[in-house]
């Protein structure tokens, strides 16, 4: 099952890198952008978390606060937050929970790896409304990021 625009987002509780609790029905009154991404230190999960980051004024201009999330634990992720100088939180979904519910986890990715998050985008209003869906198969693509802001209000 996949998600549409106009389905209410599924809630969640992840952790952050810095160990908190990140719970989406708590964000209600702002947009969320969930960007689900395969791995972290990898180039285009690199090339597209560092091009958020070099717009995150934009973002914040909208009232959106965006969200990495991988299957990465919280430590690697920490890891590649410092590295990359990423300016918005990492949420680690290490049990898959969360990619299973918003419909995006490979069951098989590369090197016979199962079980990791595929590239996709999600744009969810003040309500906790999906306003923009995004699920890309190929892990070489990036989400229309530009097309995902034209829809925040």
């Known amino acids: 099952m996949s998600l549409q625009i106009g389905n209410t987002a ?17 964000l209600k009154g702002q947009n969320v952008v969930l960007l689900f991404f395969p791995l972290a230190f990898t180039s285009t999960c690199t090339k597209e ?3 958020v980051r070099d717009d995150i004024a934009n973002y914040e201009g909208l009232n959106a606060k965006v969200f990495g999330i991988s299957v990465d634990s919280i430590f690697s992720l920490g890891q590649f937050k410092k590295e990359q100088g990423l300016n918005f939180d ?8 969360v990619s299973t519910a918003y ?15 595929k590239r996709s985008a999600f744009l969810i ?3 906790g409304i999906i306003q923009y869906a995004e699920v890309l198969e190929s892990a070489g693509d990036i989400p229309d990021l530009e097309l995902l802001k034209s829809h925040i209000k």
């Open 103 to 117: 419909g995006c986890l490979y069951d098989q990715f590369v090197l016979e790896m199962k079980g990791v998050s």
């Open 49 to 51: 978390l560092c091009g």
């Open 10 to 26: 599924p809630d969640f509780t992840l952790y952050n890198t810095e160990k908190q609790a990140i719970t989406l029905s708590e």
């Open 125 to 127: 209003d003040a309500n």
């Open 90 to 97: 990492l949420i680690s979904d290490f049990n898959k929970d």
